[in-house]
C-alpha cells in the first residue's frame, strides 16, 4: 500500500478539518435533527422570483463575457457598486483598492499568504471565527488570543500581550477582528475601542485585517447604525485591510465578496489569486451586479434585519424559558449568533454527542479558540446557537431538545445533585 502520509507537505498534514462543517456531515447522516451549528442564512429570504429573471436574461447568450474567464480583479461594473458601498460605510475607496474575492474565505486565505511567513504571529480576538483561524494556521502562523469584554477587545491587554510577543523576538504581522457582531459571540466592538485599535496599531506599527460581514445585519435601527461604522472609515494611517460579502446580504451560494486594501497590497492580493482561482464567477459576479442595479440589495435590508431579530428574540425568549437560571448568555444587536455559557461542569463538546441524539446540534465552544501562545484552550462550556437559519417553531424546538439533553448530562455528571438545582450565574 502507498504510504499517502509521506507524501504530505508539513502545511497539508497539519490542516484541520473545519469543526463546523464536521457537524454539517453529521447533519446529513441524522434525519429530522434541528441544525444551530452552521451560520446559513434563511433561504426563504433569498430573493428566488428576481434571481430566477435575472439569470435567464443572463444566460440567453446576449452577453458573450457572461460565461467567459473575467479579470482577476472582478467585474467592473460590479467593483463601481462595490465603491459606492464603501463609500456609504463612511470609507469611500478607488478601484485599485478593490479585488472581488470567492467569498470573504478567499480574502482571509489571500491576505493570509500575502502576509504570513511561518512562525509570524497573528493577534486574533478570543474567541474568534473559526474559518480565520484556518485560514492563518494553513499558512503556519501562530495565533495570539486577547480577551473580549462586552464591548470587544480588551485594548491594554492587547498590547501587553504584544509587548510579551515582541520581547520574545516574535514578528506579529496583523490584528484580525470581526468588529461587529462577532462570530461566535455576537459582541459589538466600541466606537470607543474601534478609535483606540487604529491608534495602537500604528502605534506598534502592525496592520489590522478588518472582516465586516454581519453589518448590515443591526437590529435597532438608528441606534446600531452609527455603530456599525468600520475601523476602515477612521484609518488616516493605511492600517487597515478590509472585508465584507454578499453572502449574508444576497446569498452564500455566488462566492462573491470583496477586499479593499492599501494598493501595494492589493497588488499582492491580486497576484496570489491568480494562482487561486484566476477570476471569481462571472456568472456569479454579474448576479449579484444586477440584483444591486435593480435596487432588490438595498431594499432587502429592512426586511433581514427585521426577519433575524425576531429570530434572535425566538430562541432568546426559548433559552430563558428552558434553561434560564442554568445558562447565560448576552444578547446580540446584530448578527447571526447566541454565544451561550453553560453550567461550568459540563463539556460543551462531549455534550453535542447526546445533543445529537435528542435531535439537535451546535458547534461547541473550543472550535473558536486559537492560542498557541500560552493562555491555553478555552471555551470548554461555551457553546454557538445560530438562529438564522431554522424556522421559528423549529428554533423553539430545538432549544427544547437542548435543554433536555444539557439536564440529563448534569445528571450524568453528578447523580447526586440533580439538574434542577440552577448553577450559580456565569458572565457569558
Ligand atoms: N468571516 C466571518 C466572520 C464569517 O462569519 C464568515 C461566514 N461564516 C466568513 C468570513 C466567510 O464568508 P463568505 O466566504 O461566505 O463571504
Given at each position: 500500500m502507498t504510504d499517502y502520509q509521506g507524501f504530505l507537505s508539513t502545511a497539508g498534514r497539519d490542516m484541520r478539518e473545519s469543526p463546523i462543517r464536521r457537524m454539517g456531515a453529521l447533519l446529513g447522516k441524522q434525519r429530522g435533527i434541528i441544525s444551530f451549528a452552521p451560520g446559513y442564512p434563511a433561504p426563504e429570504t433569498f430573493p428566488s422570483a428576481d434571481l430566477q429573471d435575472i439569470a435567464q436574461s443572463l444566460v440567453s447568450?446576449?452577453?458573450?463575457?457572461?460565461l467567459q474567464y473575467g479579470p482577476t480583479r472582478g467585474f467592473r461594473p460590479l467593483l463601481e457598486q462595490i465603491a459606492g458601498i464603501m463609500d456609504e460605510r463612511g470609507a469611500p475607496t478607488s478601484l485599485d483598492r478593490l479585488l472581488v474575492t470567492t467569498g470573504s474565505q478567499q480574502g482571509l486565505d489571500l491576505v493570509a499568504r500575502v502576509l504570513i511567513d511561518p512562525g509570524d504571529v497573528v493577534m486574533v480576538e478570543r474567541p474568534t471565527y473559526t474559518g480565520a483561524i484556518m485560514a492563518f494556521r494553513n499558512v503556519r502562523a501562530s495565533l495570539a488570543g486577547v480577551e473580549q469584554g462586552p464591548d470587544g477587545v480588551d485594548v491594554a491587554a492587547l498590547d501587553a500581550v504584544h509587548q510579551r510577543l515582541v520581547a520574545d523576538g516574535r514578528r506579529v504581522r496583523f490584528l484580525y477582528l470581526v468588529p461587529n457582531f462577532q462570530n461566535p459571540t455576537g459582541l459589538l466592538l466600541s466606537l470607543e475601542k474601534r478609535r483606540a485599535l487604529l491608534a495602537w496599531a500604528s502605534r506598534r506599527n502592525v496592520l489590522i485585517l478588518e472582516d465586516d460581514p454581519y453589518r448590515e445585519l443591526y437590529f435597532e435601527g438608528a441606534a446600531t447604525e452609527a455603530e456599525v461604522r468600520p475601523l476602515r472609515a477612521d484609518d488616516e494611517d493605511g492600517r487597515v485591510i478590509y472585508l465584507s460579502s454578499f453572502s449574508k446580504t444576497l446569498a452564500p451560494g455566488y462566492r462573491v465578496a470583496w477586499i479593499d486594501a492599501p494598493v501595494p497590497l492589493s497588488d499582492r492580493l491580486e497576484v496570489a489569486k491568480q494562482s487561486a482561482d484566476m477570476c471569481s464567477g462571472s456568472f456569479d459576479q454579474r448576479m449579484v451586479h444586477e440584483v444591486a442595479r435593480r435596487g432588490i440589495l438595498s431594499r432587502r435590508l429592512p426586511m433581514l434585519r427585521g426577519h433575524y431579530r425576531d429570530k434572535r428574540d425566538v430562541m432568546s425568549d426559548a433559552l430563558r424559558q428552558e434553561l434560564g437560571g442554568l445558562c447565560t448568555w448576552a444578547v446580540p444587536r446584530g448578527g447571526f449568533f447566541l454565544w451561550v455559557a453553560l453550567p461550568e461542569i459540563v463539556d460543551a463538546d462531549r455534550l453535542v454527542e447526546r445533543a445529537v441524539r435528542h435531535g439537535v446540534v451546535y458547534v461547541a465552544g473550543d472550535a473558536f479558540y486559537a492560542d498557541d501562545d500560552g493562555v491555553g484552550p478555552g471555551g470548554r462550556n461555551m457553546m454557538r446557537l445560530a438562529f438564522s437559519a431554522a424556522p421559528p417553531d423549529r428554533i423553539r424546538e430545538g432549544v427544547a431538545r437542548l435543554a433536555v439533553a444539557i439536564r440529563e448530562e448534569i445528571e450524568a455528571l453528578s447523580p447526586a445533585a440533580p439538574a434542577a438545582r440552577p448553577a450559580p450565574p456565569r458572565p457569558a
Open positions: 447568450g446576449s452577453d458573450p463575457y457572461v
